[in-house]
T-cell receptor, first 111, second 112 residues
Framework: DAKTTQPTSMDCAEGRAANLPCNHS???????VYWYRQIHSQGPQYIIH???NNETNEMASLIITEDRKSSTLILPHATLRDTAVYYC????????????FGTGTSLTVIP | DVKVTQSSRYLVKRTGEKVFLECVQD?????MFWYRQDPGLGLRLIYF???????EKGDIPEGYSVSREKKERFSLILESASTNQTSMYLC???????????FGPGTRLTVL
């Protein structure tokens, strides 16, 4: 079962920051937060992951609250190509782990 | 660049046929996965493999089997296809368990 809760859909204006929230209130100490996205008719694409510190890469930033019960994926300057379904996943990095993809957040970037 | 390929993007089969879906990765990854994706249900794990000739059931293994004879190749087999197996099938691989998974483009299977 998915251990995360995400809004079903969101809109964002092109060029603005897209902030996608995720609640994971039952996260345990050894579980990481992963974000993926899926553009229509393609396989999911890895974006970023983190444990407790904030993380940034060329695609996005991940902000994890101090209590680790929620996180936010930030796309700093959304483009039309960022329109996709975004999945927040909580999992351990070890033997027997599984990635549970829920239904994610459908982000629409509006021109 | 990481690359996961799947044998077909679209496939149409008849009820009762045996169906093979092939997945190949070129990254020397230990782990490979098969998911199916259906509207409103997200991705659901069918089987995964953490080594050659090893396999583990995921959440929905019924009606499916898998084969991993070589490290780079992971096959999903529908022994007798049924209409409720019409779906998008996605293969993924990861370097180690819990590591980020890299996905193929998917195979959209229709069973008539």
């Amino acid at each position: 079962d998915a251990k995360t809760t995400q809004p079903t859909s969101m809109d964002c204006a092109e060029g603005r920051a897209a902030n996608l929230p995720c609640n994971h209130s039952t996260i345990s100490g050894n579980e990481y937060v992963y974000w993926y996205r899926q553009i229509h008719s393609q396989g999911p694409q890895y974006i970023i992951h983190g444990l407790k510190n904030n993380e940034t890469n060329e695609m996005a930033s991940l902000i994890i609250t101090e209590d680790r019960k929620s996180s936010t994926l930030i796309l700093p300057h959304a483009t039309l190509r960022d329109t996709a379904v975004y999945y927040c996943i909580v999992t351990t990095r070890g033997t027997g782990n599984q990635f549970y993809f829920g239904t994610g957040t459908s982000l629409t970037v509006i021109p | 660049d990481v690359k996961v390929t799947q044998s077909s993007r679209y496939l149409v089969k008849r009820t009762g046929e045996k169906v093979f879906l092939e997945c190949v990765q070129d990254m020397d990854h230990e782990n490979m996965f098969w998911y199916r994706q259906d509207p409103g249900l997200g991705l659901r794990l069918i089987y995964f493999s953490y080594d050659v000739k090893m396999k583990e059931k995921g959440d929905i293994p019924e009606g499916y089997s898998v084969s991993r004879e070589k490290k780079e190749r992971f096959s999903l087999i529908l022994e007798s296809a049924s209409t409720n197996q019409t779906s998008m099938y996605l293969c993924a691989s990861s370097l180690w368990q819990g590591g980020e998974q890299f996905f193929g483009p998917g195979t959209r299977l229709t069973v008539l």
